[in-house]
């Protein structure tokens, strides 16, 4: 099973500001199977970005993904207000998918 | 407009089981795969399981955590996936999402249900 490892656990910024967000696989991923997902309190996940750096419809483009082999990144240029939650990265390059545990934005 | 909708939740003992649904409607849902993901109060997401289309033979996988217990199926004439749980216990409680994935999004999921709780107690 590929273990995910996302950093830091919490991010705490200001509106306006960008923010990092790791995740680390324990083995080589292929670039292709690797997405990132917002979830706030009480709503469903939303697909952010898929094949590790394509903006799913209707993402604003503040919303950036990059990376290869075991280390990618989720970048937001500038924090707005909607953009505090729970970030996730997932690996489906084969089963079972795991999830990372998640990065929590908060208002700094 | 693509929608997942789940149903079937409830309060379960221990030991028994429950079989949820998932209704699709606004896309071609034999073409799609159907996910199965559930989040525990409080926690994280947890892949459970998934069911490919026809085209890739009906497939399924599941998380090591449901393996033999846990069993996807789905009806492409009724557009509907269902999840039958078996032998549940207490650490199966969460709020269970249902979603969509298609090769436009090389199979990410792009769709969720607002989900439906299960809970495990005696």
């Known amino acids: 099973e590929i273990v995910l490892t996302q950093s830091p656990g919490t991010l705490s910024l200001s509106l306006g500001e960008r923010a990092t967000l790791s995740c680390r696989a324990s083995q080589r991923i292929s670039r292709t199977y690797l997405a990132w997902y917002q979830q706030k309190p009480g709503q469903a996940p939303r697909l952010l970005i898929y094949g590790a750096s394509s903006r799913a419809i209707g993402i604003p483009d503040r919303f950036s993904g990059s990376g290869s082999g075991t280390d990618f990144t989720l970048t937001i240029s500038r924090l707005e207000t909607e953009d505090f939650a729970v970030y996730y990265c997932q690996q489906y390059d084969g089963p079972p998918f795991t999830f990372g545990p998640g990065t929590k934005v908060d208002i700094k | 407009e693509v929608q997942v909708v789940e149903s079937g939740g409830g309060l379960v003992q221990p030991g028994g089981s429950l079989k949820l649904s998932c209704a699709a409607s606004g896309f071609t849902f034999s073409d799609s795969a159907i996910h199965w993901v559930r989040q525990a109060s409080g926690r994280g997401l947890e892949w459970v399981g998934r069911?490919?289309?026809?085209?890739?033979?009906?497939?399924?996988a599941y998380a090591a955590s449901v393996t033999g217990r846990f069993t996807i199926s789905r009806d492409d004439s009724k557009n509907t996936a269902y999840l039958q749980m078996n032998s549940l216990k207490t650490e199966d409680t969460a709020v269970y999402y249902c979603?969509?994935?298609?090769?436009?999004?090389?199979?990410?999921?792009?769709?969720w249900g607002q989900g439906t709780l299960v809970t495990v107690s005696s």
């Open positions: 069911i490919k289309s026809k085209t890739n033979t009906y497939a399924t």
């Open positions: 979603s969509r994935s298609t090769v436009t999004t090389n199979w990410a999921c792009d769709h």
